[in-house]
Each structure stands twice: as C-alpha cells, then as structure tokens.
C-alpha cells in the first residue's frame, strides 16, 4: 500500500494559537517539534498495517516545518515552497489512499485559528459548494481517484471532514474553546488516539470512496476586501462579480482550479493599506 500525508500545523495536538504556528513567535519551535512526532505516530501506525510506501507533505506555512533529521526513517518528506500543488504535491494516481493531518476548520467557521489558505480569505467555493483548505485537497485527490481515509485535527476539523467525506476516519485530537484556545489531549494520549484511529482507517479503507471534483468547476474566491479582489482579478481568467469582493475563475478543471486558487491568494496578499 502506498500512502500520502498532508500535514498542516493549526490541528496538531497541544497546539492553540498563533505563537506557535507562525515562525518568529515563541512557540514555534515547540510545534515543530510536536508536529514532527505527530507525523511519526502516524507513520508507525501504518506501517504496522503494511503500509511500503509513505510520502509526508509538510502543508504548513513556508512548508519546511517538519525537521527531517527527527522524522520515521521509513517515510520520505516532500518540503519548501514554492510547490505547484502545494499541500498536495507530488500526488498521483499511483497512491493507494490519503491522510490529512493537523487540519482545520476553513474560513469564517467556529475552530481553531480556522481559515483558507490567507486570513485574506472570507471563503471558498467550487461550483456552489462551500469550502476550505481540507475540500479543495480532497478534491485534488479524487480527481486521480484517490480516497481521503482519515483526517486529525481539533474538533471542528473532524466535523467538516465527517460533512464532507462519507466514512471518514475523523480524528479529533482537541476540543475548541474560542479561535485562539482549546482543551486538548496530552501528546501521550493523543498518540493512542492516533494510533489506534489511523488502524482503523487503514483497515477500512475500501468503505471511502475518493471524492470526485465536478466537470469545469467554477472557482469562486470571496476576499475581505476590495483591494484583496483587485489585486487577485489581475490573473487571465478572472472577473470580479459585481457589487461584491468575489473573484470567478473558470477552470478546465480541478488541478486548474487549484492553481488559479494558488495564484490568486499570493496575489492578494499584495495589498496595500496605507
């Protein structure tokens, strides 16, 4: 069996606020820390059920969190930035199934430091449907046909993946309090939780069916502001609906999608406000 796990930084357990996500705050290097034997509980749990294959992303961020030098010698880690696929480079049909870890609600819902992509970011669509960071990748891997069959994070992460994806392994691995606060479990007993959840997942891994990205989808990009839409509409393709902060992209399908998607957050992470 051949895996791929996308790990973020936000749901990993213990980990509450922005002191320990962004990497000039002090407690960042905790998190990668913690980050780094998360994705080794779960590494060791599927190799237990006869996983040869693990590739790691490191979806966080500059994505070179993950200290190599610490991390199962059996896995192999894809990390840096830029990445054309971002939090899911380097998959293709030749995976078995998919794992997302340290996952988070998207924009504008309840969770912990819940967002997509940028805090630039209102909220996402494909077509009409409502999405975040953990739809978009799941997406991304049904259209090679790969099924997403756990996904770890604070509860709310475990709830949308639960709305999204039919018989999901949803790993809840803390409880949100407010945006910036959480009752969590102890890295010791989140481990067991981990361990045990991911063997099962793998385990019934025939029970999820990949979940498969619509014909020609419709980006649609909400941003907090107009200047946000501006800079974004700037990418061929794009127009801003009118009266909102909406930017539409139509893509000839999802991977494009996904580009657009890519292109047009870095875009408007340009904005200016003086």
Same mark, same amino acid.
Not at 54 to 75: F, P, R, T
Not at 89 to 106: E, K, P, Q
């Given at each position: 069996?051949k ?50 294959e693990?590739?790691v ?20 880690l ?27 609600? $998207? ?13 630039a ?13 953990m ?22 992460a475990a709830?949308?993946?639960? #709305? ?6 949803a ?7 407010s945006?910036?606060?959480v ?16 063997? #099962?997942?793998?385990?019934? $891994? ?40 909406v ?22 992470m ?5």
């Amino acid at each position: 069996m051949k895996l791929y796990v996308s790990m973020d930084m936000e749901g990993i357990t213990g980990v509450p606020d922005e002191t320990f996500v962004a990497s000039s705050m002090h407690n960042y290097e905790r998190s990668r820390k913690m980050m780094t034997e998360e994705a080794n509980v779960v590494i060791r749990a599927a190799i237990a059920q006869g996983c040869l294959e693990i590739i790691v992303n490191d979806s966080h961020s500059k994505m070179n969190n993950l200290l190599i030098e610490d991390l199962h010698e059996d896995a192999q880690l894809i990390t840096g930035d830029v990445k054309p696929f971002s939090m899911m480079h380097g998959l293709d049909a030749s995976y078995d199934a998919a794992i997302f870890v340290g996952y988070h609600a $998207r924009a504008g819902t309840f969770g912990v430091m819940s967002h997509t992509m940028i805090h630039a970011v209102r909220t996402m669509y494909i077509n009409d449907h409502e999405i975040g960071e953990m739809g978009l990748n799941a997406y991304l891997a049904g259209f090679y046909g790969v099924p997403i069959i756990a996904v770890a994070g604070d509860d709310q992460a475990a709830k949308e993946a639960s #709305e999204l994806i039919p018989n999901v392994t949803a790993i809840a691995v803390k409880e949100t309090i407010s945006r910036s606060s959480v009752k969590s479990l102890t890295p010791k007993k989140s481990a067991q939780l981990l361990t045990e959840k991911i063997t #099962e997942a793998v385990q019934n $891994r025939h029970l999820v069916v990949p979940l498969i990205p619509p014909d020609k989808p419709v980006l649609r990009i909400e941003f907090a502001n107009f200047g946000q839409a501006e800079w974004a509409s700037l990418m061929p393709g794009t127009k801003i609906e009118a009266g909102t902060t909406v930017v539409r992209f139509q893509a000839k399908d999802i991977l494009e999608a996904y580009q657009a998607m890519l292109v047009m957050t870095e875009l408007a992470m340009l904005t200016k406000f003086s």
